[in-house]
């Protein structure tokens, strides 16, 4: 079992950006893949980008071209950069390894 926690969650204006940081308590990017979901108020949880051990990455089509996923180099943080946010964005975002989650950031878009 590995901790997660997740932070950067903001108030952010359409169109800017923010990037969420995904913390665990042991380097487990090295050998599994780090994914990230969002759930937004009323709706289930959805696949937002995925990392794999060896850097390969994928994203729902949603957030293609605007969110980034990336890892450190101590594979023990994984990162979601999210830029051209749109208010459709707006949801907890969760970090997650095989059977473990965090506890969620928020996100709130709005002018």
């Known amino acids: 079992q590995v901790q997660l926690e997740e932070s950067g969650g903001d108030l952010v204006q359409p169109g800017g950006s923010l990037r969420l940081s995904c913390a665990a308590s042991r380097p487990i990017f090295s050998v599994n893949a780090g994914r990230w979901y969002r759930q937004a108020p009323g709706k289930t949880r959805e696949w937002v980008a995925t990392?794999?051990?060896?850097?390969?990455?994928n994203y729902a089509d949603s957030v293609k071209g605007r969110f980034t996923i990336s890892r450190d180099n101590a594979k023990t943080t994984v990162y979601l950069q999210m830029n051209s946010l749109k208010t459709e964005d707006t949801a907890i975002y969760y970090c997650n390894v095989v059977g473990d989650w965090g506890k969620g950031t928020l996100v709130t878009v709005s002018s």
């Open positions: 990392i794999n051990r060896g850097g390969y990455t």
